[in-house]
């Protein structure tokens, strides 16, 4: 009896031109399946395409977790891969394939072979296999550089004891619909793509999927909006200068703010504590490193789980009063690093970023030299003015801080949906203030600082807080500067601003939960 499924696999060969081919195999397996593709599909001699793999791919499957389930797709059509062929690749003498591989990731113990047979009630699919996808990785055809754009949860890698800015990025796997929450990645392919272009690239595809009034863009988008600013072709790219990045940042509409090194030898306000500050206020920060003989871009886009013990035994800072203060934007910490060259979220110092995890020396004494800030263009108090501000406001005769202890100050951005959401679910605040809090009219986006004693920051909660309008562009230079502060709940009183006069009144209130919006 003629098998009915080998005639219609028969067919679907003979009739369908390219068809796509999807497996799945443990982490382990995955190498040698891309080897044989790249040999059979992509004419590369298996000399060539295991160097290839080893060297690159390799090296990314290896910090991640050991035990993952992987999912191969083949052909598959990328995006950004595609714009840049059509741009560029097709026009080249030596033939560039248009396809790429997709690499999907998921938990150990996803049953894959069930959800590929579609055999789950379709709730089911969606929820266990949304529950354990966690990313993707595209591999495209610019050999050697292969790895190309990729999503993928921090739960995916071997070190993810930190905390990062995250958007749901899109995808699917056996057409089935998924989110995933990520930081977006690509390595350079050093013709269409430098370090600069995938730091922009991965930028605008964060903020594009975490917020509507952004969108994702292409090479083509970046290169096009360079063009006015540029003195020389763009393609092939000897990348970008720290000032045509900040150009490209703000020709798609941010408030791009640039800041130097030089800042760490004349300010209180030091580059550190600016890239500290905005990190913790969830907004990535892109770093230009350089030496003597190299010149990188990587996004910077959080910090490692802070060590509370730590933190209340770090120097004290300031005494303000009787009260001792604990700046924790001033800790060193290890940061997250987007970089290009290497798999996404590396863990490091500000001070040395490249000598934790580049293993060739010339790189060790790279420093950040600039830092690029994508500032919301509504965003007009930055955050040296901001923490300013506060610091003046800490020692007002009678809202400022009156506590005789060691005490935790935290400064952070935060939108004011986002921050009035958390104020009317914070269950430990007085349901006076909160409702004042949330009938107090603010702009888009706010300055908060949090005031914890060390008992309050060791349970994650807070003690005083102070709001500042992200509108005003005061600073404590000013006789005005007090403008900006908009409320506040301090040593049981809680106050608002009136065209410079405070008004308050007395109120209880027990120590409440901090603000944790910003990053995940």
């Excluded at 130097?260 to 209180?268: C, Y």
């Excluded at 209340?312 to 060193?332: L, P, S, T, W």
């Excluded at 300013?388 to 004011?416: P, W």
Aim: hydrophobic share 40%.
């Amino acid at each position: 009896m003629k098998n009915n499924n080998v005639s219609i696999i028969d067919f679907i060969s003979d009739q369908i031109k390219n068809p796509i081919s999807v497996d799945f195999f443990n982490i382990a397996e995955v190498s040698g399946h891309i080897i044989d593709l790249f040999v059979k599909d992509y004419k590369l001699t298996e000399l060539v395409a295991k160097a290839t793999v080893e060297k690159h791919l390799g090296n990314f499957l290896g910090e991640m977790v050991e035990d993952l389930l992987v999912v191969v797709e083949s052909p598959y059509v990328d995006k950004i891969y595609r714009d840049n062929y059509y741009n560029y690749y097709s026009s080249k003498l030596n033939k560039y394939f248009r396809d790429c591989i997709r690499l999907s990731f998921f938990a150990p113990g996803t049953d894959l072979e069930n959800v590929q047979s579609y055999d789950m009630e379709a709730d089911d699919i969606k929820t266990s296999f949304q529950k354990n996808y966690l990313g993707f990785l595209i591999l495209r055809p610019t050999f050697p550089k292969i790895i190309g754009r990729n999503s993928i949860s921090p739960k995916a890698m071997r070190d993810h004891n930190f905390v990062c800015c995250l958007a749901k990025v899109n995808a699917s796997v056996f057409s089935i619909k998924q989110k995933i929450a990520s930081f977006p990645h690509a390595s350079q392919d050093t013709q269409t793509m430098t370090c600069a272009e995938t730091t922009v690239w991965s930028l605008f595809e964060y903020f594009g999927n975490k917020y509507p009034e952004y969108k994702p863009v292409l090479l083509t988008h970046i290169t096009r909006a360079m063009h006015s600013f540029s003195y020389k072709r763009l393609l092939p790219s000897d990348g970008l200068t720290a000032e045509q990045i900040t150009y490209a940042i703000r020709e798609f509409g941010f408030g791009a703010m640039i800041h130097s090194q030089l800042q760490r030898e004349d300010s209180e306000f030091d580059m550190y504590y600016i890239i500290r500050t905005y990190v913790e206020s969830g907004i990535p920060v892109v770093g230009v490193l350089k030496n003597d003989t190299l010149g990188h871009a990587v996004n910077i886009i959080g910090r490692e789980k802070e060590d509370k013990d730590a933190v209340i035994n770090h120097d004290v800072y300031k005494k303000m009063g009787k009260a001792e203060i604990i700046d924790f934007n001033r800790i060193d910490k290890k940061y997250v690093f987007i970089d290009d060259n290497h798999a996404p979220y590396k863990l490091t110092t500000l001070q040395k970023p490249c000598a934790s995890y580049y293993t060739e020396q010339r790189w060790h004494d790279c420093e950040i030299t600039n830092i690029i800030v994508p500032l919301h263009s509504k965003v007009y108090l930055d955050a040296a003015k901001a923490s300013k501000n506060f610091y003046n406001m800490l020692d007002h005769d009678r809202f400022g801080i009156q506590r005789e202890e060691k005490c935790v100050l935290k400064i952070f951005l935060a939108s004011t949906r986002s921050y009035k959401q958390y104020i009317a679910f914070n269950r430990g605040l007085n349901d006076l203030v909160k409702d004042m809090i949330l009938k107090l009219s603010m702009p888009k986006f706010i300055w908060v600082a949090e005031v914890s004693t060390v008992e309050s920051f060791l349970e994650g909660k807070c003690n005083d807080l102070y709001i500042q309008d992200a509108t005003e562009p005061y600073s404590d230079s000013s006789i005005f500067s007090n403008m900006a502060i908009l409320a506040g709940l301090t040593n049981g009183t809680f106050f608002v601003q009136d065209f410079g006069n405070f008004k308050g009144f007395d109120i209880f209130v027990n120590p409440f939960d901090s603000y944790t919006d910003n990053l995940s």
